[in-house]
Nanobody, 116 residues
Framework: QVQLVESGGGLVQAGGSLRLSCAASGSILRIDTMGWYRQAPGKQRELVADITSGGSTNYADSVKGRFTISRDNARNTVYLQMNSLKPEDTAVYYC??????????WGQGTQGTVSS
């Protein structure tokens, strides 16, 4: 079992930046892919970005060119650097660690709010 704790959310004006962190503990050697998801008011949870153990990345079209996901295996931490933020980026951001499609863990979420 993997435990995940997110941090770094907050309130920022449009055009600003936030850096989210997700620290993993527990059965960390079994993690393959780590990712960030978000859920905005009135919306379903959606993938923002993910990164494999080998460093391959994947981004939602809405964040390409603005967000960067990275991974520090030594610290068992995944990051999401969010630049050029827009009000529509406002959401609760969740960290996810996956061993496989069937075995995964979620963090508790951290609120990111972008004001206009």
């Amino acid at each position: 079992q993997v435990q995940l704790v997110e941090s770094g959310g907050g309130l920022v004006q449009a055009g600003g930046s936030l850096r989210l962190s997700c620290a993993a503990s527990g059965s960390i050697l079994r993690i393959d892919t780590m990712g960030w998801y978000r859920q905005a008011p009135g919306k379903q949870r959606e993938l923002v970005a993910d990164i494999t153990s080998g460093g391959s990345t994947n981004y939602a079209d809405s964040v390409k060119g603005r967000f960067t996901i990275s991974r520090d295996n030594a610290r068992n931490t995944v990051y999401l650097q969010m630049n050029s933020l827009k009000p529509e980026d406002t959401a609760v951001y969740y960290c996810k660690a996956e061993r496989s499609r069937e075995f995964y863990s979620w963090g508790q979420g951290t609120q990111g709010t972008v004001s206009s």
